[in-house]
């Protein structure tokens, strides 16, 4: 047997997967460059995206508003005009659509998300028009009293309001922008035409108004500037939305990363399926060996047609050679999440899972392939075809064929991959694995869904593997309740540390698991009701947060 050196480098945490290489080669980092896809979509995503920065602009007008209002209540006394009192009015009124749009977009309405667009123009239209109400009496009244006073900022505040919140191609916001400029312009130039005062400021020189150029000259860059913004923002909305494209797939959002791969939630633009996509991690795009042990593990895998093996759609590679490959969306949780979150599970589900993981493994092993990194995270407990505790075998990126047929710079001498805390002791010491290490895998998997610990726990990744391969486990029994002695009996013999006292095969596993006391006391109904009892799995009602798919 292969000793473990002290030169080993230790590369994951006591729970993710480690690689423990000698000598290893540092990570060449590159952020994956995704390809160009197609633009569909993009118009849906400006609908929810208008929504969300609707609501945004409604609250903080509505704030704004509001103080202006309170201080205006503390003045009526200085209320002097019609039109003072009808501003004032319409500033209330204006307030109070801000304050509606703004709470039921909070509320999420679907009758006001339906209707963004004719929203946006409420919301815009009536401030606008306020604004142009109020322009004209700040004007009257500053004549009244001897000054002119400014209303230039108003109305820049609206315009950039408008482009930095609301998503428009630069052409509407050109046209917004200019109507906005031109009612503040058209407001000071109505009043310096008929007011008296202003007439009289210009009587020695009428064909010159005081401030006119320059409100001009403001309103004119504000709305210039404001569209060159709103068209800059547009084009990087349009190289972000493209930067998460993959052909026909659009990258929703990321669901996790591990040892080789990052995954994200995705949508097939033409299908509207949701689907899992997996590509390589950013530090391993620039190394050869992993991006051709990652498209092995896709080659590999959709050989797999079990169903209780993932299922692969597609697989690819983007321009920039980043490699992809598209799954199933299991709506579910891990084995981890479901012990992490509910605690140990009684023995008749775990030996009701596990004995879908040996169906899944049988075929594996039959086409060569040993899984190496069969551990509660994963293993998926989804809900599939209308059938609840449906077990999914995940993530294959460590599976190795037992022939030797294949190209051994791929699973490279000196090298030990896998999760320490569900290790066989083989893998430990560095030997070869074969389908037996993934029968010591899954015994450690039942301990660990029975007890709600693994095997053998330690401070290091070192400590854990000198453990899997001398010590002896703990019997389940001795840490957790109602443990029967045949199913115990099981779980033991996975454990053994010499492969030969193991079971000779999956099939011979599985079949142990069904004929134990348990193995027929948990079914479908049971499923089903354990998951209505705990949130049902359903991806029409669980939100994407609950719906994740870790297999990574």
């Given amino acids: 047997m292969a000793t473990v050196s002290e030169s080993i480098h230790i590369a994951q945490t006591l729970d993710g997967p480690v690689e423990l290489v000698a000598n290893p080669k540092p990570a060449v980092r590159a952020a994956p460059h995704l390809v160009t896809g197609s633009a569909m979509g993009l118009s849906a995503e400006t609908e929810a995206l208008l929504a969300d920065r609707l609501r945004a602009a409604a609250l903080i007008m509505f704030v704004a508003l509001g103080a202006f209002l309170v201080r205006r209540l503390f003045e009526l006394s200085s209320i002097d005009t019609t039109l003072e009192w009808v501003a004032l009015g319409m500033h209330a009124i204006v307030t109070a659509i801000c304050g509606t749009i703004g709470l039921r977009l909070c509320m999420h309405c679907s009758k006001v998300k339906a209707h963004v667009r004719l929203t946006e123009l409420l919301l815009f ?25 400014p209303i230039s ?57 005081p401030g006119t150029l320059e409100v001009a000259l403001i309103l004119s860059i504000a709305a210039l500037a404001a569209t060159w913004g709103v068209y800059t923002i547009g084009r990087l909305r349009r190289q972000a939305f493209e930067a998460r494209q993959l052909g026909q797939y659009r990258l929703k959002r990321l669901l996790g990363a591990g040892g080789m791969g990052e995954v994200y939630l995705a949508e097939h633009m033409l299908l509207k399926r949701p689907c899992a996509i997996k590509l390589i991690r950013p530090e391993k795009a620039g190394d050869q060996l ?27 590679h983007a321009a920039d050679g980043t490699f992809y490959y598209v799954m ?48 509660p995270a994963n293993i998926f407990v989804a809900h599939r075809g209308g059938v609840s505790d449906v077990a999914k075998l995940l993530d294959f990126g460590l599976v190795k064929p037992m022939t030797q047929n294949d190209d051994l710079d791929l699973t490279r001498d000196g090298t030990v991959t896998g999760s320490p805390l569900y290790l066989s002791p083989e893998q430990a010491l560095g030997d070869t694995p074969d389908h037996r290490s993934d029968i010591y895998s899954l015994g450690a998997v039942a301990y660990y869904l029975l007890t709600g610990q693994p095997p053998f726990q330690g401070s290091t990744p070192m400590k854990i593997l000198l453990a899997q391969a001398n010590e002896k486990p703990i019997p389940p029994s001795e840490i957790a309740d109602d443990v029967p002695a045949d199913l115990e009996e099981i779980i033991l013999r996975c454990l053994q540390k010499d492969r030969n006292d193991r079971f000779d095969n999956v099939q011979e596993l599985g079949d142990a698991l069904r004929q134990c006391s348990v193995g027929d006391l948990w079914d479908r109904q049971q499923a089903r009701s354990w998951w209505k009892s705990n949130g049902c799995p359903d ?11 870790v297999c990574v």
């Fill in 290 to 316: 992993a991006i051709d042990r990652f498209e092995r593990e896709v080659q590999l895998t959709a050989r797999l047609t079990h169903w209780n093996t993932v299922e692969i759609f597609d697989y690819g």
């Fill in 328 to 375: 199933e969306y299991l709506p579910g949780l891990t084995m981890d999440q479901v012990v992490k979150m509910h605690g140990p599970m009684p023995a008749s589900r775990t030996t009701y899972l596990l004995s879908q993981v040996c169906d899944a493994l049988v075929e594996a092993h039959g086409e060569s392939l040993v899984h190496r990194d069969v551990k």
């Fill in 153 to 209: 900022p108003m109305w820049i505040i609206l315009i950039f309001t408008y482009a930095l919140l609301i998503p428009n191609t630069w052409q509407r916001a050109a046209i917004v922008n200019s109507t906005f400029a031109l009612m503040g312009f058209g407001t000071w130039f109505y009043v310096y035409q008929t007011c008296p005062f202003f007439q009289a400021l210009t009587a020695g020189n009428p064909e010159i108004r």
């Fill in 539 to 549: 991806k029409k009602k669980l939100d994407d947060d609950v719906l994740n798919l």
């Fill in 125 to 149: 239209g009536s401030t606008a028009a306020y604004f142009l109400v109020l322009g004209y009496s700040f004007l009257l009244h500053g004549a009244r009293h001897g000054f002119i006073a």
